[in-house]
């Protein structure tokens, strides 16, 4: 098994009537598609950038990454992480959100300013599960 994470940059501007329908869109999307491939993960949205872990077999999240890269509601996709991994961090969540609060936002500026190897690293991952749990 795999965990990635990735940050982005949102093409839908948050402060928009239909943000969160495309939020909703993308989540609905999410539960159905990683549930059939046994992908966990978290989606957190803060001050216009996207940060998504992804959890599962390497055949299974490399593919869905490439979909997700393609996808034009966000665009400069940097991977952050991408490591073996024996228990998800995220086990019990298809696809759970953090969204706009200030303790997903500062996690997410944890996970990109550390080595992904770090206990900080680690430390700001189980932050997340925290946040959504
Ligand atoms: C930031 C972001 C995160 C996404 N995460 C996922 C995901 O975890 N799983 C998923 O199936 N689609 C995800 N998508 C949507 C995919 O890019 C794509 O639209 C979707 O997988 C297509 O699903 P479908 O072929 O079932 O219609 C995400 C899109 C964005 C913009």
Redesign the pocket.
């Known amino acids: 098994m795999i965990q990635l994470a990735y940050r ?1 940059t949102s093409l839908v501007d948050d402060g928009s009537s239909t943000f969160f329908i495309t939020i909703a869109e ?1 989540i609905e ?2 539960l ?3 549930a059939r491939l046994n992908i966990t ?1 978290v ?1 957190a949205f803060s001050s216009g950038q ?1 940060v ?1 872990i ?1 959890e599962g077999a390497p055949s299974d999240v490399d593919p ?1 990454l490439a ?2 890269i393609a ?1 034009r ?2 665009s400069g996709v940097r991977l952050m992480s991408r490591h073996p991994i024996s228990v998800r961090s995220f086990g019990s969540w298809s ?1 759970a959100f953090a969204g706009g609060g200030s303790s997903a936002g500062t996690i997410m500026n944890l996970l990109a300013g550390c080595d992904s190897s770090s206990d900080a690293y680690r430390g700001a991952i189980h932050g997340l599960a925290r946040c959504v749990g």
């Open positions: 982005s993308i999307r999410s159905i598609n990683n993960g989606l996207f998504q992804l869905l979909t997700i996808d509601r966000h696809m």
